[in-house]
T-cell receptor, first 117, second 111 residues
Framework: GAVVSQHPSWVICKSGTSVKIECRSL??????MFWYRQFPKQSLMLMAT?????????EQGVEKDKFLINHASLTLSTLTVTSAHPEDSSFYIC?????????????FGDGTRLSIL | SQKIEQNSEALNIQEGKTATLTCNYT??????LQWYRQDPGRGPVFLLL???NEKEKRKERLKVTFDTTLKQSLFHITASQPADSATYLC??????????WGAGTKLIIKP
């Protein structure tokens, strides 16, 4: 089945640090990748949609200069949380959709737990 | 705007019984609806997809129904096992095929 690898799984760092999270589709090509944020016992909140070779589309209220997204290839998207602060602490999850299949399921990574001290 | 409602209270079911989870939506009927399972500290795992023109979908012990009149989907797990304990998320497509997510229902299967 479709596998998405997300790295790192856990990050603890000081306030002001920038953190990069990688999302890779291992056995399929992902034209579109999604970045979510999830707080405890809450729904997945879509932050941005990342399309290979083009700029990401950010959801309302998500700062594009704060959360930098790069989708340089069909198998890799990265999310960089710039100058992270304690309020950025959360569970970040990426997902990928198989190329050309807009109505198919999303395949998720195992998430990154980000803790900013 | 479209809203999705899943029972926020945990559902406790005795092992061997059928667990039924509910997903209600408030606005337009989506082109398709998906159910995912999420374990603590993990990403969601896709389970089933049902389209608006389908009434029911099955996969092993899982069954999903889709009632566009009631604006509701039901997710059933038959012969439930403790390993089925997890949070189950419902997601609906919008007009751009983006997914709108429910908050999930925590299912606890007691041995």
């Amino acid at each position: 089945g479709a596998v998405v690898s997300q790295h790192p799984s856990w990050v603890i760092c000081k306030s002001g640090t920038s953190v990069k999270i990688e999302c890779r589709s291992l056995d399929f090509q992902a034209t579109t990748m999604f970045w979510y944020r999830q707080f405890p016992k809450q729904s997945l909140m879509l932050m941005a949609t990342s399309n290979e070779g083009s700029k990401a589309t950010y959801e309302q209220g998500v700062e594009k200069d704060k959360f930098l997204i790069n989708h340089a290839s069909l198998t890799l998207s990265t999310l960089t949380v710039t100058s992270a602060h304690p309020e950025d602490s959360s569970f970040y999850i990426c997902s990928a959709r198989d190329r050309g299949r807009s109505n198919q399921p999303q395949h998720f990574g195992d998430g990154t737990r980000l803790s900013i001290l | 705007s479209q809203k999705i409602e899943q029972n926020s209270e945990a559902l406790n079911i005795q092992e061997g019984k059928t667990a039924t989870l509910t997903c209600n939506y408030t606005n337009y009927s989506p082109a398709y609806l998906q159910w995912y399972r999420q374990d603590p500290g993990r990403g969601p795992v896709f389970l089933l997809l049902i389209r608006e023109n389908e009434k029911e979908k099955r996969k092993e012990r899982l069954k999903v129904t889709f009632d566009t009149t009631l604006k509701q989907s039901l997710f059933h797990i038959t012969a439930s096992q403790p390993a089925d304990s997890a949070t189950y998320l419902c997601a609906l497509s919008d007009s751009n095929y983006q997914l709108i997510w429910g908050a999930g229902t925590k299912l606890i299967i007691k041995p």
